[in-house]
Protein backbone atom coordinates (compact mmCIF):
# COMPACT_ATOMS: atom_id res chain seq x y z
CA UNK A 1 0.00 0.00 0.00
CA UNK A 2 1.09 3.62 -0.92
CA UNK A 3 2.33 5.69 2.12
CA UNK A 4 0.17 8.95 1.48
CA UNK A 5 1.97 12.44 0.86
CA UNK A 6 2.35 14.84 3.79
CA UNK A 7 2.73 18.04 2.00
CA UNK A 8 5.24 20.71 3.84
CA UNK A 9 5.19 24.12 3.13
CA UNK A 10 7.96 25.98 3.76
CA UNK A 11 7.31 30.01 3.57
CA UNK A 12 10.57 31.51 2.97
CA UNK A 13 11.01 35.42 3.53
CA UNK A 14 13.48 37.17 1.98
CA UNK A 15 16.75 36.94 3.88
CA UNK A 16 16.07 33.48 5.77
CA UNK A 17 18.63 31.40 7.38
CA UNK A 18 19.39 28.44 5.38
CA UNK A 19 20.48 26.74 8.16
CA UNK A 20 17.21 26.64 9.44
CA UNK A 21 15.63 25.73 6.10
CA UNK A 22 18.57 22.96 6.17
CA UNK A 23 17.25 21.32 9.59
CA UNK A 24 13.37 21.17 8.56
CA UNK A 25 14.22 19.50 5.37
CA UNK A 26 17.48 17.02 6.32
CA UNK A 27 15.39 15.53 9.21
CA UNK A 28 11.82 15.13 6.51
CA UNK A 29 14.03 13.43 4.26
CA UNK A 30 15.54 10.69 6.70
CA UNK A 31 12.50 10.45 8.53
CA UNK A 32 10.98 9.11 4.64
CA UNK A 33 13.84 6.49 4.79
CA UNK A 34 13.06 5.39 7.92
CA UNK A 35 9.26 5.10 8.09
CA UNK A 36 6.91 4.00 5.66
CA UNK A 37 3.53 5.31 7.31
CA UNK A 38 3.91 8.58 5.55
CA UNK A 39 5.83 10.79 3.05
CA UNK A 40 7.07 14.18 4.04
CA UNK A 41 7.05 16.27 0.62
CA UNK A 42 9.03 19.72 1.09
CA UNK A 43 8.06 22.54 -0.71
CA UNK A 44 9.46 25.79 -0.75
CA UNK A 45 7.01 28.90 -1.23
CA UNK A 46 6.63 32.82 -0.59
CA UNK A 47 3.38 34.96 -0.71
CA UNK A 48 3.81 35.38 -4.58
CA UNK A 49 6.00 32.44 -5.59
CA UNK A 50 9.10 33.27 -7.65
CA UNK A 51 12.85 34.04 -6.87
CA UNK A 52 13.82 34.45 -3.06
CA UNK A 53 17.16 35.08 -1.84
CA UNK A 54 18.29 33.64 1.26
CA UNK A 55 20.98 34.93 3.64
CA UNK A 56 24.75 34.44 2.41
CA UNK A 57 22.76 35.42 -1.62
CA UNK A 58 21.58 32.17 -1.83
CA UNK A 59 18.79 31.79 -4.68
CA UNK A 60 15.69 29.49 -4.78
CA UNK A 61 12.43 29.03 -6.82
CA UNK A 62 9.43 29.07 -4.80
CA UNK A 63 5.60 28.53 -5.36
CA UNK A 64 3.09 30.71 -4.95
CA UNK A 65 1.53 29.99 -1.18
CA UNK A 66 -1.68 31.56 -2.06
CA UNK A 67 -1.78 28.22 -4.50
CA UNK A 68 -4.40 26.26 -3.23
CA UNK A 69 -2.64 22.96 -1.46
CA UNK A 70 -4.02 20.21 1.04
CA UNK A 71 -0.97 21.07 3.72
CA UNK A 72 0.10 18.93 6.45
CA UNK A 73 2.43 21.55 8.07
CA UNK A 74 3.32 25.17 6.70
CA UNK A 75 6.73 26.16 8.29
CA UNK A 76 7.64 30.25 8.08
CA UNK A 77 11.13 30.94 7.85
CA UNK A 78 12.29 34.72 8.59
CA UNK A 79 15.09 36.49 9.92
CA UNK A 80 13.56 39.56 10.76
CA UNK A 81 10.06 39.92 12.62
CA UNK A 82 9.11 42.50 9.97
CA UNK A 83 4.94 42.56 9.72
CA UNK A 84 3.58 39.92 7.30
CA UNK A 85 1.64 41.61 4.62
CA UNK A 86 -2.61 41.52 4.94
CA UNK A 87 -2.18 38.60 2.29
CA UNK A 88 -0.16 36.31 4.68
CA UNK A 89 -1.65 37.29 7.47
CA UNK A 90 -4.73 35.66 6.09
CA UNK A 91 -2.98 32.44 4.39
CA UNK A 92 -2.02 31.87 7.78
CA UNK A 93 -5.22 32.74 9.09
CA UNK A 94 -6.85 29.96 6.82
CA UNK A 95 -4.44 27.12 7.40
CA UNK A 96 -4.88 27.09 11.35
CA UNK A 97 -8.84 27.07 10.67
CA UNK A 98 -8.39 24.11 7.95
CA UNK A 99 -6.15 22.34 10.71
CA UNK A 100 -2.96 22.84 9.52
CA UNK A 101 0.15 22.55 11.49
CA UNK A 102 1.82 25.89 11.97
CA UNK A 103 5.57 26.70 12.36
CA UNK A 104 8.10 29.37 12.61
CA UNK A 105 11.96 29.12 12.51
CA UNK A 106 14.04 31.83 13.28
CA UNK A 107 12.07 34.86 13.21
CA UNK A 108 8.89 32.83 12.03
CA UNK A 109 7.19 32.57 15.31
CA UNK A 110 6.85 36.01 15.24
CA UNK A 111 4.73 36.20 12.04
CA UNK A 112 2.38 33.35 13.66
CA UNK A 113 1.83 35.87 16.36
CA UNK A 114 1.05 38.70 14.23
CA UNK A 115 -1.80 36.87 13.04
CA UNK A 116 -3.01 36.14 16.24
CA UNK A 117 -1.77 32.40 16.06
CA UNK A 118 -0.03 32.30 19.42
CA UNK A 119 -2.13 34.09 22.14
CA UNK A 120 -1.42 32.49 25.16
CA UNK A 121 0.69 30.16 23.98
CA UNK A 122 4.39 29.88 24.55
CA UNK A 123 6.96 30.32 21.94
CA UNK A 124 10.75 30.50 20.60
CA UNK A 125 12.54 32.62 18.45
CA UNK A 126 16.07 33.96 17.91
CA UNK A 127 17.20 35.25 21.28
CA UNK A 128 18.56 38.58 19.94
CA UNK A 129 14.96 39.23 18.63
CA UNK A 130 13.19 38.39 21.97
CA UNK A 131 13.01 41.45 24.28
CA UNK A 132 11.75 43.31 20.80
CA UNK A 133 9.32 40.88 20.78
CA UNK A 134 7.90 40.74 24.39
CA UNK A 135 7.29 43.91 23.92
CA UNK A 136 5.62 44.53 20.23
CA UNK A 137 3.25 41.20 21.05
CA UNK A 138 2.88 40.58 25.13
CA UNK A 139 0.45 38.40 24.31
CA UNK A 140 2.91 35.82 23.42
CA UNK A 141 5.07 33.67 25.97
CA UNK A 142 8.52 34.55 24.50
CA UNK A 143 10.73 31.53 25.96
CA UNK A 144 14.20 31.17 25.46
CA UNK A 145 14.58 28.11 25.15
CA UNK A 146 15.30 26.21 21.80
CA UNK A 147 12.45 25.09 20.56
CA UNK A 148 8.26 24.22 21.57
CA UNK A 149 5.69 22.26 20.54
CA UNK A 150 2.28 23.43 22.05
CA UNK A 151 0.18 20.49 24.01
CA UNK A 152 -1.81 20.28 20.28
CA UNK A 153 0.96 19.49 18.52
CA UNK A 154 -0.28 22.23 16.14
CA UNK A 155 2.17 24.75 16.89
CA UNK A 156 5.88 24.56 16.75
CA UNK A 157 8.20 27.65 16.93
CA UNK A 158 12.04 27.75 17.47
CA UNK A 159 15.82 29.02 17.07
CA UNK A 160 17.10 28.94 13.94
CA UNK A 161 19.90 27.17 14.98
CA UNK A 162 17.10 24.48 16.45
CA UNK A 163 14.98 23.48 13.57
CA UNK A 164 15.85 19.99 12.99
CA UNK A 165 15.45 19.03 17.16
CA UNK A 166 11.85 20.78 16.45
CA UNK A 167 11.46 18.56 13.57
CA UNK A 168 12.63 15.76 14.97
CA UNK A 169 10.73 15.87 18.52
CA UNK A 170 7.28 16.83 16.23
CA UNK A 171 8.14 13.46 13.86
CA UNK A 172 8.83 11.29 16.53
CA UNK A 173 5.19 12.35 18.53
CA UNK A 174 3.82 11.69 14.96
CA UNK A 175 5.37 8.27 14.73
CA UNK A 176 7.06 6.94 17.51
CA UNK A 177 10.12 6.57 20.24
CA UNK A 178 11.63 4.31 17.93
CA UNK A 179 11.78 6.22 14.77
CA UNK A 180 13.05 9.11 16.97
CA UNK A 181 15.89 7.09 18.21
CA UNK A 182 16.32 6.21 14.77
CA UNK A 183 16.57 10.09 13.02
CA UNK A 184 19.17 10.70 15.81
CA UNK A 185 21.38 8.05 14.43
CA UNK A 186 20.28 8.49 10.98
CA UNK A 187 21.55 12.81 11.89
CA UNK A 188 24.43 11.91 13.38
CA UNK A 189 23.00 13.67 16.73
CA UNK A 190 24.19 12.51 20.12
CA UNK A 191 20.82 13.07 21.23
CA UNK A 192 17.87 15.42 21.15
CA UNK A 193 18.87 19.03 22.72
CA UNK A 194 15.73 20.14 26.03
CA UNK A 195 13.27 22.30 24.53
CA UNK A 196 14.02 24.63 27.67
CA UNK A 197 17.91 24.68 26.85
CA UNK A 198 18.53 28.19 26.69
CA UNK A 199 19.74 30.30 24.38
CA UNK A 200 22.78 32.46 24.94
CA UNK A 201 22.57 35.48 27.02
CA UNK A 202 20.70 38.42 26.07
CA UNK A 203 16.72 38.22 26.97
CA UNK A 204 15.90 40.41 30.04
CA UNK A 205 15.93 37.90 33.10
CA UNK A 206 12.63 39.81 34.48
CA UNK A 207 10.62 38.25 31.76
CA UNK A 208 10.50 35.32 33.38
CA UNK A 209 10.04 32.83 30.81
Known sequence: MTPPIRRIGLLLEPGFP????AGVVDSLEAA?????EARYRSEALSLSG?????QGGVVLQTGSAASPADWHAVFVIAAEPSTPEAATVAL???????GVALGGLA????????????????????W??????????????????LWDI????????AAGTAGMDLCCAWLTAQHGERLGQALLQALGLAGLRPRDERQRGGYSEQRGA
Open 18 to 21: LLAL
Open 32 to 36: NELQD
Open 50 to 54: GMVTA
Open 92 to 98: LKRWAAD
Open 107 to 126: AGAAWLAAAGLLDGQRACAD
Open 128 to 145: PLLDGLADAQPQVAWAQG
Open 150 to 157: NAAGDRLS
